[in-house]
């Protein structure tokens, strides 16, 4: 948690394992034994990544709709994220997507969110259920880009989601 503080507060960059021994009131050699600096980034980038899915889905999944509903419930979950005050934390906490530094964490994020999001179509009878995931997970990884523009982006989900499953946000 201290880790993750610091990460949101100053950048991945600026994160030194000094100052988070000391905020936990540990040695840092203790801290050292246990994580090289790029090692806690990527403790801290891997929980907050299983947090904020199992937020996500669960957000999803505790609505009360129709399973053809559920499919824009996703999008809808997205556009709030963006519009929070965590989002900010959240892309800095995300895992960077520069070349040659997309690896395998970023991979597993995408392909469970991938997966959530197809099951979720697949339950609504959608017959591009794996396209819905695919472009949820792309949707999700790529969020940054809807902080300027979130109610046109969202507009333009639902509509590109209703195009690419048939469905209608209207009933």
Do not use: K
Not at 81 to 89: D, E, H, I, N, T
Not at 138 to 167: F, M, Q
């Amino acid at each position: 948690d201290a880790a993750t503080a610091r990460i949101v507060a100053t950048g991945r960059a600026e994160l030194a394992i000094g100052d988070v021994a000391a905020a936990v009131g540990m040695p840092r050699r203790t801290l050292y034994r246990s994580y090289a600096p790029h090692e806690l980034v990527d403790a801290c980038q891997r929980r907050a990544t299983t947090l904020w899915r199992a937020r996500f889905f669960r957000r999803i999944e505790g609505v009360d709709v129709s399973d053809a509903e559920r499919v824009f419930v996703v999008l809808d979950a997205i556009a709030s994220w963006v519009g929070s005050g965590a989002f900010a934390g959240d892309v800095v906490l995300q895992v960077p997507v520069a070349a040659g530094a997309r690896g395998d964490d970023l991979r597993e994020h995408a392909s469970a969110i991938q997966r959530f999001a197809t099951a979720v179509a697949a339950r609504a009878q959608v017959d591009r259920a794996r396209a819905f995931g695919i472009y949820v997970a792309t949707t999700v990884v790529g969020a940054g880009a809807w902080l300027d523009c979130r109610d046109e982006a969202h507009a333009a989900a639902v509509t590109t989601v209703e195009l690419l499953t048939g469905l209608s946000r209207r009933g």
